[in-house]
């Protein structure tokens, strides 16, 4: 894909909403086009320059992913082509690679997140508490060091402008039922496993990721929205990865850098990034995309 898109425009479909990354419209009463624009957020605020290409890669990570993992958990992927809901070809070119139709399902109000190395919020936690949502985890952990054992540490799904917030399981209980909580624990637990395991064959390390779950019209779990890409998963290159830091990463790592060099105050209107910062992080994102699935472009 050689054309940057920062904001989809179909005139023929009703636009449901705009993501950080995503736009998202009806089709019909029971499927929705999902486009992965190039837009890019850092600390919850969209930013005003894309990452050239960045949509395609995100696309085609997930439906790869999609693809390894329906034996685990059903997903929302449907057979319908680009073709078939979006006539206009000047308007379809645009989208090529990085849309597609899915199904129309009801989200959980939790977010599924599997962390193998204790990173990030889940870091901060771990210093505050010794635990992490609730789990208990031994003493003298260092930032970025292998768990045990990967763990379920579900959040809440924040709205607009709020942050997500780490919850045990006894409160995702409380939002989506046992039954509920129990599936989707153990399927984010297994996708999880198999992804690891793929990615560090290939010199990749998937510190933790997150997933987002569904439920359709028999209240059957369906896995939804993106899958194993670089906004929604740390991934850590193998040969320079060593606990007690914050590692490098296969995403926006060199734009936050950047926005904490020139000490923007993490509020809107994001600055605009330079062409080095903007190129180094397609270049990750790519590389991300050719080391897992084995093309460097969708």
Known sequence: MTETLTRSKLPGLSLLMRGKVRDIYAVGADRLLIV????????????????????????????????????????????????????DAAERARLEGRAVVVQRLQPLPIEAIVRGYIAGSGWLDYRRTGALCGIALPAGLREAERLPEPLFTPSTKAQAGAHDENIDFERA???????????????????????????AARG????????????????????????LTSDSSRFW???????????????????????????WDKRAPAPELPPDIVAR?????????????GRASA
């Open 36 to 87: 992965a624009t190039d837009r890019i957020s850092a600390f919850d605020v969209v930013l005003p320059t894309p990452i050239p290409g960045k949509g395609a890669v995100l696309t085609a990570l997930s439906n790869f992913w999609f693809d390894r993992t329906r034996h685990i958990v059903p997903n929302h992927l449907t057979d319908a082509t680009l073709d078939a809901v979006v006539p």
């Open 204 to 227: 990749i390390i998937v510190a933790d990721t997150k997933f987002e779950f569904g439920l359709d019209e028999n209240g059957g779990l369906v896995l939804i929205d993106e899958l």
């Open 173 to 199: 209980v409380e939002l989506v039922g046992k039954e509920t909580a129990v599936q989707v624990a153990t399927a984010s637990v297994a996708i999880y496993r198999l992804a690891r395991d793929h990615a």
């Open 237 to 263: 290159p193998a040969d320079s990865y060593s606990p007690g830091g914050s590692p490098p990463s296969f995403d926006k790592q060199f734009v936050r850098d950047y926005l904490e060099r020139v000490g």
């Open 281 to 293: 992080t397609a270049e990750k994102y790519r590389e991300a995309l050719t080391r897992l699935v």
